[in-house]
Structure formats: C-alpha cells, structure tokens
C-alpha cells in the first residue's frame, strides 16, 4: 500500500506523460506536445487528444520526410531547393528569431531564387566560389521588375538588399552542412561591406525644436493659435482645445499630430527613442515593469537577438522625462504610439533638415554619446548589438578619430598642459 501511494505521488509530480510514440502531454497544463527523439517539444495547441494525433500526423510526415532528405543529403543526392526547404522551415521554427528577421530571410530566398533561378536544381557541392562569383555579378545587374500598378520604375536591387541575399546564401550552405551534404561551405566575398553610411543627423539645438514641432499641430495657424495660448495642449480634451483655439473640432483632428493627445504622446515616444537608443519594436513593446527608478535602469525586452534582451542605464535626461510622465502599472506600456515616421518627416520638413525616421533617433542618441566620451564598446552594448562592437566601429568609427585628434592635440610630453 505505501509503495502504490509513492508511486502515485511520483506519477503526479512527473513534467511529461509518455502518451504514444513522439506524443507527449504536460502534466501541469494537460495540453500536448510532439518530440522526435533528442528534439525538443514542439507544442500542438491542444488539450484534446484526438485533435493532438491528427496534427502529429502531419508532424510525423514532416520528420520523415526530412530524415529521407538527410540521408540523400549524406549520399549526395539532395538539391539546394530541398536544402533550401528545411532552412525555411528551421527559420519559421526557431524561437528566438523575431518576426521581422524571418519575414527578412523570406524576402532574401525569394530574391535570391529571382536572380539565381537554376539555383534550385544543383546540389550543394556544386555552388563552388566561382559559381557565386558568376551570380553576384549577375545579380549586381539585375533589373527586378516593379509589381503591377506600381509606380516605381523597373529599377536593380539595391547593395544592401543583395549583400542581405549573399549573408542567407551563407547561411543555407552552412544548413547544408550539417545535413553532410557538403565537407565545407565555400568562401566568398561578394557584395562587400565598406563603411556604413550615417543619415544626416539634426544638432542638439534642433532636436528640441524637432520634439516641439511633433507636438503641437501640423498647420502652421493651428499651431500658432496652440503656442499663443500659452501652448496648453496637455490636459485638455480635444473638444476643449477646439473651443479654446476657436476651430471646429474636424479642424483640430485634421492637423494635429501623432493621433494620440495632440501630438504629446507622439513626441514622447521620440524622446524616449533619442533618450535610450532602443529599437522601435522594443520601445513599442517597453513597460512600467521594466523601468527601474531605484537603481536606474532600464529593462529592453529585445525582439531581435539573444544580445539585444540586456539592461540600459538611464541617462540623467532619460530619468527626468519618465519621472515626468504618469506611470501606469507595471504591465502598462510607457509609450501609447506605436510609430511616428510620419510625424518625424513633416517636422524635419518644417525645420528644414534631412528627413528624419524612427532609426535616427538611435543613430542619434548613439552619436551623441560618443560625443559625450562614451568609448564605442560601451555603445555597443547599450545598443544590443550581438557582434560585440564590430558595426558600432564601422558605422561610429570616424567619430572616435576625430575625438582621437582632439585628445591628441591636449597631450605634452615635456611641458605640462596648460590649465
């Protein structure tokens, strides 16, 4: 009797149920998974068994299927476009991928299939680095064809659009290599990387005027009406903002900006991208929670690599802008826009400047702490980037020689520095 109760008690605190051969369910949640042998489990979103076979039949399929693939590939009887097929579906597997890089990688396969389109038919031993040096130089001239009704004109593939395309190469070659289909991925340098370009950025003194010019209405006497007022947008309804500007509330709607509280919310999402250097995705996604007064950090949620989930200080400008907001609870979002491309170039167009994106705050708030002493590691780093300051150097690098030259001209070896 006490050892049926044991082994009861042992069954209860037992994670996975053994159910049938690859069907598994979690004895906590009472949903069930899928497991083909060292794999880990794969979810089937279900907590009924008879729904749980019929999508591991599928499942079941689709591992046999790429066991036979395997073995072809281990013969040398696999083609890319099959190599090609289980790097797509190892991508839209991959949990640690964002959305945004599969929906990349995607676009850089079908591109590559748009410019490569025997590519399919050979087998992975045969792309040698001859074989892509003849489609780089192929691609490099060709013409993609704009889609109907489009009214762009029939035009190449850009640089970068065609070194992403290489970078995926790369990376089904070396699927391709663990499937022994090949002894080694082949080397190339096509579509080279120089110096990355840096957009024209706005000086200190315009970035004020660019949060004020996302603030306050787009046309020009609403605006003028709003800072005549005293430019008391804040804690007023629309309704009330209308009455007091002497416009109809169609008016005011038509030429505010942002969308959200006369355009505030809209320039507080900028100043928190220029204040933290964070990705827009990671802004968007950025709560209370995750906001450390105490010991001023930030928490980024990162959405693009295992690198870019990482702790930020807060800047002493970053502090005083979130103190001044009104906090919600922790599962509150701190921004309530959700982008605000639109509302940057209409403001870069009134001030006059180059055209300013989302991606140019993190340029700037990067550039800015450069400027400010900030050695480019360090950047690195509070920027996510998994690469450990490779493109931070190529990108910002001009930026440490010229800072490099001013450091220089303060150095005296025989007499001492003035001051």
Known sequence: MESETSTNAAAATKTWIYVEPYLFKNASSGRYYSR????????????????????????????????????????????????????????VENPSLSASTKKDRRICLLRLQKTWPKLGLLKPRQITTAEINSWAARAAKFSAKPPPGSKTRK?????????????????????????NAISSVPSFAVFPGGKCKVPVLPSRRVVGALFNEIQYPRNAAVRDAVRACGGMVEGKTQQELADQLGISLATLKRHKTGGVGNGK?????ARLLVFTGMRVDEARRLTWGDVDFENGRIRVQGTKTDTSRRTIPMIPECRDFLVGLVPGSPTDRVSRVDDINRALAGASKRLGVSKLTHHSMRH??????????????????????????????????????????????????????SG
């Open 36 to 91: 083909f042998f060292r794999q880990g489990f794969r979810a089937l979103r279900t907590n009924r068994v008879t729904v749980a076979r019929l999508r591991l039949a599928d499942r079941v399929r689709d591992y046999k299927g790429n066991s036979r693939i395997q073995s072809a590939a281990e013969n040398g009887d696999v083609t890319m476009e099959q190599v090609i097929a289980l790097f797509e579906s190892a991508t």
């Open 364 to 417: 700037l708030f990067a550039t800015l702490c450069i400027e400010s002493g900030v050695d480019i590691p360090t950047v690195s780093r509070w920027l996510g980037h998994a690469d450990g300051g490779a493109l931070a150097m190529r990108v910002y690098g001009h930026l440490r020689d010229e800072h490099s030259q001013i450091a220089a001209a303060k150095v005296r070896v025989l007499t001492p520095p």
């Open 155 to 179: 035009g190449a593939f850009s640089h970068r659009a065609l070194q992403k395309s290489a970078g995926v190469l790369r990376m089904v070659l070396k699927h391709a290599l663990t499937l």
């Open 265 to 269: 919310d809209a320039a507080d999402f």
